[in-house]
């Protein structure tokens, strides 16, 4: 079991769903539309979907990692080949099924279409550098949506041009993908100038939720940009794994900050601090857990 648990990094399968949250909430705009158990499906659909990607990740890496990874459950042994593709089935099968409770048809799309993107991402685009980034970033986008789809109002107007095209959907994307990027210097793929410069666009990636949402979201945002900017900045110029590794955890651990930012500033209270918890369970995983 503690393999299977190393094997799909939990403590990030907690942030992807404070997405979901976050997408739900700023559709309905606080109305009481009586989604609270689809929505709870949809977090925990967005769960086993994050999971199963993490999974792929380690199946499709495996020749790889064991020479650079050689810890990772597959290559160390403690999980075996057929174990990880009984895992991988199992969790995207169970994040469709849950989606199809949460959103009905409109859910299981968005949820077929996270598979696709992450096994796109995990078995071919992530050979090729920023496209891989930006099918990253996707994932986090449908997420958004996958929130969207649970409130019932996902067809209507407000829906379509409240968020998706709009906000916070496009913000995490960014963010994704500028984190995917930096996460390319652990293999010491590129300069340091450039990775500062994708740091300097992480970090104002992750004020854009103040910035549009006003200064309630900016106070809850600044500290986490102040550490992940510090971190960025602690990177020597021998990009040590390291080093670089520890900015992508701070990144992906800091990601329910910005969902957060984003509800405080649209005034969805109960929303932003169920996020907060939800980011505090995400760390105290992270403990013991692998992130990346």
């Not at 996460?183 to 666009?201: I, W």
Request: proline share 4%; glycine share 12%; charged share 10%.
């Amino acid at each position: 079991m503690g393999g299977v648990l190393r094997l799909i990094r939990p403590a990030g399968g907690l942030t992807a769903t404070t997405n979901v949250v976050a997408g739900a909430l700023l559709v309905s705009g606080g109305s009481d539309q009586g989604f609270f158990l689809p929505l709870l499906l949809a977090c925990l659909s967005s769960f086993c979907l994050y999971s199963g990607g993490m999974a792929l990740n380690d199946l499709a890496d495996r020749k790889r990692d064991r020479k650079s990874r050689p810890q990772r459950p597959i290559p160390s042994g403690a999980v075996s080949v057929p174990l990880a593709t009984a895992v991988v089935c199992s969790l995207f099968l169970t994040g469709v099924s849950l989606a199809y409770f949460a959103g009905g048809g409109p859910g299981t799309a968005v949820a077929v279409l996270i598979v696709i993107l992450i096994a796109l991402y995990d078995l071919l685009t992530k050979r090729f550098g920023l496209v891989g980034a930006v099918n990253m970033g996707c994932c986090r986008f449908a997420n958004v949506l996958l929130g969207a789809q649970v409130t019932g109002l996902a067809g209507s107007d407000d829906a379509l041009f409240g968020i998706v095209p709009c906000s916070h959907g496009f913000v995490l994307l960014f963010y994704v993908t500028c984190i995917t990027a930096i996460s390319l210097f652990e293999d010491r793929r590129g300069s340091r100038p450039a990775f500062l410069l994708l740091s300097v666009l992480l970090v104002a990636t992750a004020l854009l939720p103040g910035v549009l949402s006003g200064p309630l979201a900016l106070v809850v945002l600044l500290p986490f940009v102040f550490t992940l900017g510090r971190a960025a900045l602690g990177v020597g110029d021998d990009l040590s794994r390291g080093q670089v590794e520890g900015v992508v955890r701070s990144a992906v651990l800091g990601m329910p900050f910005l969902d957060a930012g984003a509800l405080f500033g649209a005034h969805q209270w109960e929303g932003a601090f169920f996020v907060l918890i939800v980011l505090f369970l995400a760390r105290l995983v992270a403990r013991r857990f692998a992130v990346t």
